[in-house]
């Protein structure tokens, strides 16, 4: 069975840093892999997803994300975080036609001036 | 625009009551679920329908009820049996396959018990 690990629940950074959010995935065929952001007190958004093009992924809002097989992970990047940033990332993953996605347990990220 | 509804965005449930929380899309989306979410426990999958009529259980599903009698609406029934109600909600839709364009969320409820 498929199954996604955020490593992290939390991770701070300052306005202007590189920001690194971790996941790790399992799955015995090749996965279709996606992350989300939610702001608090709403719903989750697509930021990017991987459906086996190109290996790496740019999302909105100047995000973009790896994936590599050989170490099974999907982490997401952004050169540069901004305060409007902060909010909770979910990693999730699908393998299969018409099964739900699974999803990690979430990382927030919190930025400071 | 196209889009996800929930409603209500705020529910109380006293104890030993049912409540339903509503969820209407106008994607045009064949598949809808329903998950929850509580803090740090990421989004648990409670039950999803890829068709009119037909609908499976996700990882917990007990205390919960869903009907989807219209391709737009895939309401959630907490029912008395769900004995930690208290979560936010989530809803979301998509293709039929699910992989291509990922979810789209509704804006959630939160539900509490008093």
């Known amino acids: 069975a498929q199954s996604v690990t955020q490593l992290g629940s939390h991770v701070s950074v300052s306005e202007g840093a590189l920001v690194l959010l971790r996941c790790n995935y399992s799955?015995?065929?090749?996965?279709?892999l996606f992350w989300y952001v939610q702001y608090p007190n709403q719903g989750l958004q697509l930021l990017l997803k991987?459906?086996?093009?190109?290996?790496l992924v740019k999302g909105i809002n100047g995000f973009e994300a790896e994936f590599k097989k050989s170490e099974t992970s999907f982490h997401l990047t952004k050169p540069s975080a901004h305060m409007s940033d902060a909010a909770e990332y979910f990693c999730?993953?699908?393998?299969?036609?018409?099964?739900?996605?699974?999803f990690g347990k979430g990382t927030t990220l919190s930025v400071s001036s | 625009d196209g889009g996800i509804t929930q409603s209500p965005k705020y529910l109380f449930r006293k104890e030993g009551q049912n409540v339903t929380l509503s969820c209407e899309q106008n994607?045009?989306?064949?598949?809808m679920y329903w998950y929850r979410q509580d803090p740090g426990q990421g989004l648990r999958l409670i039950y999803y329908?890829?068709?009119?009529?037909?609908?499976q259980k996700g990882d917990i599903a007990e205390g919960y009820s869903v009907s989807r009698e219209k391709k737009e609406s895939f309401p959630l029934t907490v029912t008395s049996a769900q004995k930690n109600p208290t979560a936010f909600y989530l809803c979301?839709?998509?293709?039929?396959?699910?992989?291509?364009?990922?979810?789209?969320f509704g804006s959630g409820t939160r539900l509490t018990v008093v």
């Open positions: 994607l045009n989306h064949d598949a």
């Open positions: 991987y459906t086996s093009a190109a290996t």
């Open positions: 999730a993953v699908s393998v299969t036609a018409g099964t739900a996605l699974i």
């Open positions: 799955s015995s065929v090749p996965p279709y």
């Open positions: 979301a839709s998509s293709s039929w396959t699910g992989l291509g364009d990922g979810y789209t």
């Open positions: 329908s890829q068709i009119v009529n037909d609908f």
